[in-house]
């Protein structure tokens, strides 16, 4: 049994709050621990070994046999021990916050009504007000192999591992989504109107990291969609692919920089720089954009 000691995520960067982020993450043998208060963030509990209850405001008992998950609401009063004294449950533990973080619950929460009956080794119990939420993800492994890489993750970066992070949030939950009834996240949310949640999902990932390398791939697989289907549907939303609209927050982003730095010298390869971009490449996309180099803005 290899633990994976509670682990704080990075907080230096939390005055740069993101849609998706990790507040703690974690497994252990669990003892019994009380939370007469709750917990500040919504949580994500998974069973591999044993059996263990959780009391929910002191009254109702849910029990997570291997290979179950629960998600709990923030601020539910609620408390969780071994199944039988003495007895060993190795419980792994992820709690997020963020806008995107109470989407995907509500997700996975309220997709349970329209989930058919017949959905694979699906166990589903639905709480008064949707405050917990237990269930059985057809691929619990390869989930339980997410939390760990997460962990580690988190464990061995520096500052930019809140950034990394939050990618590995969203991998994480999109997991759990797809594996919580045997359905891929675009079945549960319809292009158009309100169920555009996946896509926005997308694109505000594009918008946090803009200046990373940010393979289409990622961002497809932060929406649930295959690659063909994301670009498909943001093509028809937005007018344009996903790689022009990235180009787009680049170069507005590469103005608001170049008015920051002035005539500072070297300033074109900074500005190249914080935006995760080759010089050379940079002031291509930058003429093809503006119709001038960036150095010849700069003096206009």
């Known amino acids: 049994m290899i633990m994976l000691p509670f682990l704080l995520a990075d907080q230096s960067q939390r005055n740069k709050p993101l849609p998706l ?32 209850i959780f009391s929910i405001n002191g009254s109702e008992h849910i029990v997570l046999k291997p290979g179950s998950a629960l998600l709990l609401r923030e601020h539910v009063i609620h408390d969780y021990y071994p199944a039988s004294a003495g007895g060993q449950w190795e419980l792994g533990f992820v ?16 997709s349970s009504n329209t989930a ?16 917990h939420y237990l269930f059985e993800p057809t691929n619990f492994h ?11 993750l988190i464990s061995v970066s520096g500052e930019d591992g809140y950034w990394e992070a939050s990618l590995g949030a969203y991998d994480l939950l999109l997991t759990a989504i797809r594996g919580h009834s045997g359905m891929e996240l675009k079945q549960s949310v319809t ?30 697989r932060a929406s649930g ?14 007018g344009m692919t996903p790689n022009q609209y990235m180009n787009r ?3 507005k982003r590469a103005v608001q920089l170049l008015e920051e730095l002035g005539g500072a010298s070297g300033s074109v390869e900074k500005v190249a720089m914080q935006l995760g971009m080759e010089t050379s490449y940079f002031i291509r996309l930058f003429k093809k954009t503006y119709g001038t180099t960036p150095k010849q803005w700069k003096n206009i």
């Open 21 to 52: 982020s990790v507040y703690c993450i974690g497994s252990h043998e669990q003892k019994h621990l009380i939370r007469p208060e709750g917990f500040p963030t919504p949580q994500l509990f998974l069973t591999r070994q044993g059996t263990g």
């Open 95 to 110: 709690a997020f916050r963020g806008a995107v973080a109470e989407t995907m619950l509500d997700t996975m929460m309220g």
């Open 116 to 131: 058919k009956a017949g959905a694979a080794a699906t166990v589903a119990a639905w709480a008064e007000q949707d405050k």
């Open 142 to 152: 390869e989930l339980w192999e997410k939390l760990e890489q997460l962990w580690h």
């Open 191 to 220: 292009p158009g109107g309100d169920g555009k949640a996946a896509l926005k999902a997308g694109v505000q990932l594009m918008h946090d990291h803009y200046n990373e390398r940010l393979l289409l791939t990622n961002v497809a």
């Open 225 to 238: 969609y295959s690659v063909q289907h994301f670009h498909r549907l943001f093509v028809s939303s937005y």
């Open 249 to 251: 927050i680049r170069m």
